[in-house]
Nanobody, 115 residues
Framework: VQLVESGGGLVQAGGSLRLSCAASGSTFSINFMGWYRQAPGKQRELVAAFTSGGGRTNVADSVKGRFTISRDNAKNTMYLQMNSLKPEDTAVYYC?????????WGQGTQVTVSS
């Protein structure tokens, strides 16, 4: 499975961005997909994810009400709509997927929010 993120960039506080994660390869084996982020000097943290069953989502408290995770199964693409961005949202955002025996990460996309 290969994951490619896109959509990052520089935005002012209060602005919006939409990240995309396109999956290719053996996507039939994926049983989990989510978004993570890592700010400088901090550990990587979960932002939002689909539960293993795929029918529900899990969103971090720090972004709840501002970020929305969604996906288009026909395009094998997952999205993260980020609204009301804050400077503390600045980080590299990663797409993660897990299969039967492996964990896959994208290369990451930088999101920078200026105050």
């Amino acid at each position: 499975v290969q994951l490619v993120e896109s959509g990052g960039g520089l935005v002012q506080a209060g602005g919006s961005l939409r990240l995309s994660c396109a999956a290719s390869g053996s996507t039939f084996s994926i049983n989990f997909m989510g978004w993570y982020r890592q700010a400088p000097g901090k550990q990587r943290e979960l932002v939002a994810a689909f539960t293993s069953g795929g029918g529900r989502t899990n969103v971090a408290d720090s972004v709840k009400g501002r970020f929305t995770i969604s996906r288009d199964n026909a395009k094998n693409t997952m999205y993260l709509q980020m609204n009301s961005l804050k400077p503390e949202d600045t980080a590299v955002y990663y797409c993660k997927a897990t299969g039967l025996v492996a964990v896959y990460w994208g290369q990451g996309t930088q999101v920078t929010v200026s105050s």
